[in-house]
């Protein structure tokens, strides 16, 4: 991750590679934001700013000379697009341009920001944005295509608040987050024949050891251990495969923690589709169907890194889904940890199986509210499209997750559970079948999921468009894995603590 600090001073006379400054749209043109540039550079930015294609719309992104006056090799114009009525810019505007234009000086050494901020709360999303957008997966390049999208090494954000306590704490938990985001990255951008769900386990022992966080303990449950204790789910699921399946609690217990909270995440290392078996076109990116899972134990690391006074138990429910000899088959009946039976009708409804067994056993466990989260459904892109996620449960659960997204800057729609959708999931040999008729798919494994948490209250994200992206980099996201879900996530727990 980049190293970043913040500095008072002018940053038009701090040598760098870039200095990047906002761009805003008026009702007279276009706008350059930055106090302390020189005003004659100003002008002529202004002036010229049509010919150049400069519009001030948010993320968009030019570079041009810096000239004489900066002590930067080039200026990066950022747009922040309109101001609000209170003649700021919103949160998420900072964060988007911000991680945009730091995205575009991969291969660069260092870079200093001077975009707008009116508080500290600003600030940190400046900050954010920015390390968010410090980031590339380059574990399988060769050295020197891995130094030419490499991100930023060195960042400076030049601020008044520089040496105020709320902004350096602001900073740190930024870094923290982005920490989060990007180690929920890396493992959903891994080769699946390298991340499976042993060697995922491992990475969650290793993520907990690395990052120093403290008063967590991680659990392994092998496949041996799951199907004696009646973990029909993930037995069922990751039989296909020659690599068992292992479910793993990531439990934070900080001594005055004042509620309990349980995150389960859904962790498909590779997803075929099993014996119904999925088209080739695409299957690649089936090895982001860890993602939840990806998500959950990254909130828990950074929860514990930021000291939050929850207690917060993840549950990364691990299988791979291959159609081998041993694989099921539908019209298999499994039953799910505490004894409900579910009938198989197709294989590739796997996802809702292994999370049954992990929310039941989060419920086994007494947590006063229980979040999943998973690349759960291809219906949630139908319904919502590749970069806004679902959230349904209990309405208050449903409710706080959503405005915590909100507060984060992460998408989430809150959708319903009708009742009449939960009739096709029905069983003529089980207690409940994996999957209804074809309408409303994405409300009926949330249906489905709902039948496993009894009294609790219980939200549940589908993220399965906007984990992956399979588009071009926009913002601060990269293409492949986002790490979407993480800063929601975290802002829960941040609303349950009081923080």
């Known amino acids: 991750m980049a190293d970043l600090t913040l500095t008072a001073k002018n940053p038009a006379r701090i040598a760098a590679d870039a200095l990047v400054v906002g761009t805003c749209l008026t009702s007279d043109g276009v706008a350059v934001v930055a106090d302390q540039l020189p005003a004659t550079l100003v002008e002529q930015i202004e002036t010229l700013a049509p010919r150049l294609g400069v519009t001030g719309a948010r993320q968009e992104v030019r570079t041009l000379p810096a000239g004489p006056d900066v002590a930067a090799d080039v200026l990066v114009l950022v747009g922040l697009g309109e101001r609000d009525a209170d003649g700021t810019f919103d949160r998420e505007a900072l964060r988007e341009s911000a991680g945009a234009a730091v995205r575009s000086l991969a291969g660069s050494t260092s870079a200093v920001l001077a975009l707008p901020a009116v508080d500290e709360t600003e600030l940190g999303a400046v900050v954010e944005g920015a390390l968010y957008g410090a980031y590339a997966y380059t574990t399988y390049r060769d050295a020197k295509a891995a130094a030419k999208q490499a991100p930023v090494a060195t960042l400076q954000v030049a601020t008044g608040f520089a040496r105020t306590s709320a902004a350096k704490a602001a900073v740190a938990r930024a870094e923290i987050l982005a920490a989060a985001v990007h180690g929920t990255r890396d ?14 386990a491992d990475a969650a022992k290793a993520a907990v050891k690395e990052t120093g966080a403290k008063g967590v303990k991680v659990t392994v449950l092998d496949d041996k251990q799951l199907a004696a204790g009646g973990y029909g789910g993930l037995t069922g699921v990751g039989q296909g495969s020659a690599r068992g399946p292992r479910l793993v609690k990531v439990a934070y217990t900080p001594a005055k923690a004042t509620t309990k909270v349980a995150l389960v995440g859904k962790g498909i290392t590779f997803d075929t589709g099993g014996i119904s078996i999925k088209p080739a076109a695409g299957m690649d990116t089936m090895k982001s169907d860890m993602a939840g899972a990806a998500a959950v134990l990254h909130t828990v690391v950074a929860a514990a890194r930021l000291g939050l006074p929850v207690a917060v138990t993840g549950y990364l429910c691990l299988a791979e889904n291959m159609p081998g000899g041993n694989a099921q088959r539908p019209g298999d009946v499994v039953a799910i940890r505490g004894g409900k039976t579910v009938e198989i009708l197709n294989t590739d409804a796997e996802g809702r199986l292994v999370m049954a ?15 999943d989260i998973a690349t759960l459904t291809g219906a949630q892109m139908v319904a919502l499209g590749r970069r806004v996620s679902a959230v349904m449960g209990t309405d208050d659960v449903r409710d706080e997750v959503k405005a915590a997204a909100d507060t984060v800057g992460e998408q989430f729609w809150p959708m319903p559970l009708p009742g009449e959708i ?19 798919g994405m409300l009926a494994a949330g249906l489905f999921l709902r039948e496993f948490v009894g009294e609790t209250p219980w939200a549940h994200l589908d993220i399965a468009g906007p984990a992956f992206n399979e588009k071009g980099a926009h913002g601060y996201t990269p293409a492949g894995g986002t790490g979407t879900g993480v800063r929601t996530m975290l802002g829960f727990l941040e609303s349950r603590a009081g923080v």
């Open 187 to 200: 493992l959903v951008n891994a080769a699946p024949n390298d991340l499976y769900p042993a060697s995922f």
């Open 422 to 440: 939960a009739e096709g999931l029905k069983s003529k040999v089980a207690d409940i079948a994996n999957v209804g008729e074809r309408w409303g």
């Open 357 to 371: 067994d992990g929310l039941v056993s989060a419920v086994e466990d007494g947590h006063d509210v229980v979040l």
